[in-house]
């Protein structure tokens, strides 16, 4: 994720998630921890950083 800068915070606030529903079943990438970034991420998944599936924490 080097290089990359949200265009919301202009920092990098991504981690990774995994989202298990939605448009996009079984999708697994980077969202925004920001409030703004956080409700795009919303509109567009139905899910941000805090209810998409954290693969460090759900893991076995």
Known sequence: M????CKYCDQRCFVFRIIPDGPHKGWAGHLATCAPGM???RKETGHDHTTA????QNSG
């Not at 599936?53 to 460090?56: F, T």
């Open 2 to 5: 080097a290089g990359a800068y």
């Open 39 to 41: 409700e795009h991420d």
């Open 53 to 56: 599936l954290n693969p460090a």
